[in-house]
């Protein structure tokens, strides 16, 4: 009896998640919000740490959807957190990744370079290819912000790569046009204004 009750609460805690996702995708934040703390709650009573982490780090991605930077950093430090100590190499990736997304939309190029560092690590030992095209292009972001324009090709070249071994020529394409932008402002002797590059999330 005991064994169903955990069953039948842990699915309620995943039902909960999932409807929390879909209000999330249909940029309905404060129901996402809304469910994602009914969904930790559960979780936590489940005493399941990969949901409870999970939760954590949706709970951050609708944060900085919703403009709100310290509470996605603090969602994402938790959801990391409980990914160290239960030793889930996925979600320490996509946590530092997101972390690094925070830095960069802060402005903070140096902080956001560590922590896409951190995560293109875990990806690479993950072979996990489209999280690390992902990851390139990013770090190619931070260091064209930067000013540091031969690492950005470098990341860039990096990045569409892997996407094209991928065939996924959509993002391919969007990072080449960086790559097109950034041979434009090196010939225009740096005079041309840096693309919104933040509108390129991954």
């Not at 559960?42 to 944060?63: I, K, P, S, W, Y």
């Not at 972001?141 to 990045?159: P, T, V």
């Amino acid at each position: 009896m005991e064994a169903h009750a955990t069953t039948t609460d842990k699915a309620r805690a995943e039902a909960l998640h999932e409807a929390a996702l879909e209000a999330l995708s249909r940029k309905e934040l404060d129901a996402a919000r809304e469910g994602f703390e009914k969904a930790l709650l559960a979780f936590e009573a489940c005493e399941d740490a990969v949901g409870q982490a999970m939760t954590r780090h949706n709970l951050g991605l609708t944060c900085q959807e919703a403009g709100d930077l310290d509470a996605a950093r603090t969602w994402f430090e938790q959801s990391l957190a409980i990914s160290e100590q239960e030793g889930l190499d996925g979600g320490i990736g996509v946590t530092c990744h997101q972390l690094g997304m925070v830095a960069q939309l802060g402005k903070d190029y140096a902080k956001a370079k560590d922590w896409y560092e951190r995560a293109l690590a875990v990806e690479e030992k993950l072979e996990n290819a489209p999280a690390e095209a992902k990851t390139c292009h990013q770090l190619g972001l931070c260091a064209h912000y930067a000013g540091d324009l031969e690492a950005a090709r470098k990341w860039y070249d990096r990045s569409v790569t892997i996407f094209e071994g991928l065939g996924d020529k959509g993002n391919a394409d969007k990072t080449k046009k960086l790559l097109d932008y950034l041979t434009d402002y090196e010939r225009q002797g740096g005079d041309v204004e840096h693309p919104d590059c933040l509108h390129h999330k991954h």
